[in-house]
Structure formats: C-alpha cells, structure tokens
C-alpha cells in the first residue's frame, strides 16, 4: 500500500471504488442518453418515436414535428447535458480545493456574481452578442468568488464551511438585489427574469456550439488536475510535503470552475444545487478518488439537469416550471442536511 493510501485510511477517508465508477461511466450513460431521448419525445407537441428517428435520418424542413425536434428539443437535452455536468463538475472541483462540504458555484457567490454581471452587460450593451454576455459572466463568476473568499479570510478563525456559506449566502442575496435594482432602473427586469428562474427553454444551436468546447475543454483540464485535487483534498501540507504546487492547482482549478460556471451561467440562468448535491453524491459511490469523482459527476450532473427539465415540463403542461426550481428541491433540503452536519461536526 502506498504512502497516500495509508494515510487517507489512517484518516478515516474512502478508498476509490474503480469498480462502481466504472459502472457509474458506463450504466450512466446509457441512463443518460435514454434521459436525452426521452427529454427530446416529450413536450407541448405529440411526437412519436418514430417521428424522431426520421427527422435525424431523413430530415424534412417542411415538417413542423421534424423542426421541432431539430431545432428546439435536440440543443435542449445536449444543453442540458453539457451545463449539467459543467456545474457538477465545479462543485466536484471546489469542494476538492477547499476541503469545503458546503461549496458549490451557488453558494459561494459564483452564480450570482456571473448574474450581477449578466445584468450590466444588459443594462449598458443592450443587443450583445452571445459571446459578449458569456464573456461578462465569466468575469461576474469571478468576481462572486472573489468577494465570497475575501469575506470569509476577515475571520480570525480561517475559512470554515460554515463561514464560507454563510458569506456565500449573504453576499449571493447582495448581488442579487443589486441585480434586480439594476433590472428595475434600465427596464430589463424581463430580460434578467429568464436567468434568475434557470432554465433551458430558449437554448439554441448557437448556444450548444458556444458551450460545448468550454465544457469539453473545462473537462479535460479537471481530469489532468484529478490526481492533484486528490492529495490537496487529504490536507495542504501533506500535499505540499507530496511535492505538489498547492498554489498552481488552485489557480488553475478556480480558472476552470469560473469557466465551466460562467458559461452555463450565460446560457441557462441560476440554477443551483446541481453543484452542491452531485459531488456528494458521486463521493459516496466512489470514494475520495478525483479520478473518477470529476467524470463521474459529469455523467451524474448531466442526468440530474436533463431529468429536472423533463420534469419541469410535466409538472403544470402546457406550461413550464423554471428548472432552477426543480433543483431547488431536490438541492435545499439537502443544504440544511450538510450545513446542520457540519455545525454538529464544529460543536
């Protein structure tokens, strides 16, 4: 046994479980794509199976079903893949990082700092571009953070989960109200009021082809950090007495979780939890190895948003729930289960 083994088993931590990752990777794909299938069969319009399969072999622009399909139900389940496993993926790399239970882009500040910033570039560039607004919100993710994690140093007692969420939370409820002031004053409440409810309704192909190599890119970066984001999770200092650059990965790794939120940010709203539930999720399935819990959070991440935006859709038919809404109830009570966990923990 190696010299990590021993001591992440001396301390109590899970061993990797290649064997149920494995598993994950390969039975949850098949559950997703058959969560994609079923997201692009069902909505306002009575399509068959068979309809699908036809609009992708044999595509018919004069076909309203096959337009649908092409169009607005296909770049909506990839969408909500893709963000899906962009924000479980950030929680599975902030929670690495800080040793944080409690972190996740919505909690520490980095969702609502890519809205606050969504909103200004609405307020002075009315019209941007798609790549203008994504751009705007990965400098509001990493201005959330930034303040989050300023907040949270203030304590003589260092960062503690606690403190961090409890900073994460006022200063989210702080960029929000500044937004919303913001949305008031230049008369876009209605434009900012899609990414505060989240949701995946008005994705494009535009949208997926602008998201899809962040993603993919933010993916591969995670994975190559993996094996650093492991040992940096058993504790800095055995980390640095290990050789690693605790410095580096945790600029790289903040540079990847400011990617992969603020993309998802400018394309599908506030949506939380997925970040916060997802990793712990995995964790528990396959141990405290970054290895397996990066990917298979993607795989996880990329269910839970897929299913959440089917069943946003059935709820009240024909209309739909916000998604972000979805999440919600699954993401909250689960909050209070971890936070109450880690007072216990502290007392």
């Not at 303040?147 to 140093?153: D, L, P, Q, T, Y």
């Not at 970040?275 to 298979?296: A, E, K, Q, S």
Request: net charge positive; proline share 4%.
């Amino acid at each position: 046994m190696s010299f990590l083994n021993r001591f992440s088993a001396a301390k109590g931590y899970k061993q990797s479980r290649p064997m149920v990752a494995t598993f994950i990777l390969t039975g949850g794909l098949v559950i997703l794509i058959l969560c994609i299938a079923f997201s692009i069969l069902y909505g306002s319009a009575d399509i068959k199976v068979s309809t699908i399969w036809q609009s992708l072999v044999q595509f018919d622009t004069l076909q309203t079903s096959h337009q649908i399909i092409r169009n607005l139900r296909i770049p909506r389940a990839l969408a909500a893949t893709l963000i899906g496993a962009a924000l479980a993926v950030s929680g599975s790399i902030m929670q690495g990082m800080t040793r944080n239970p409690l972190a996740s882009p919505s909690i520490m500040g980095v969702t609502a700092g890519a809205t606050f910033m969504m909103a200004i570039s609405f307020a002075l560039m009315p019209g941007a571009s798609n790549v203008i607004v994504m751009i705007w919100a990965f400098l509001g993710a990493g201005l959330g953070a930034g303040i989050v994690f300023g907040v949270g140093s203030l304590s003589k007692s260092g960062l503690t989960p606690v403190k961090l969420a409890l900073a994460g939370t006022a200063v989210t409820a702080l960029l929000s109200s500044i937004s919303s002031a913001i949305a008031i004053h230049f008369n876009i409440a209605k434009d900012l009021s899609f990414w505060y409810a989240g949701g995946v309704a008005s994705v494009q192909w535009i949208h997926v082809q602008l998201l899809a190599p962040i993603v993919v890119v933010g993916l591969i970066v995670g994975l190559a950090l993996s094996s650093s984001i492991t040992v940096l999770n058993l504790g800095e200092d055995l980390a640095r007495g290990l050789g690693q650059k605790t410095f580096l990965v945790k600029i790289i790794g903040t540079l990847v979780v400011l990617l992969l939120t603020g993309a998802a940010v400018s394309i599908a709203g506030t949506i939380g939890f997925i970040g916060l539930v997802i990793p712990h999720i995995t964790r528990f399935l396959v141990g405290t190895d970054y290895r397996w819990i990066i990917p298979c959070s993607a795989i996880l991440g990329g269910i839970l948003l897929v299913a959440a935006d089917t069943v946003s859709r059935m709820v009240n038919p024909p209309f739909e729930t916000p998604v972000g809404t979805i999440t919600a109830l699954v993401g909250v009570p689960f909050f209070l289960y971890l936070a109450r966990r880690e007072g216990r923990a502290k007392q």
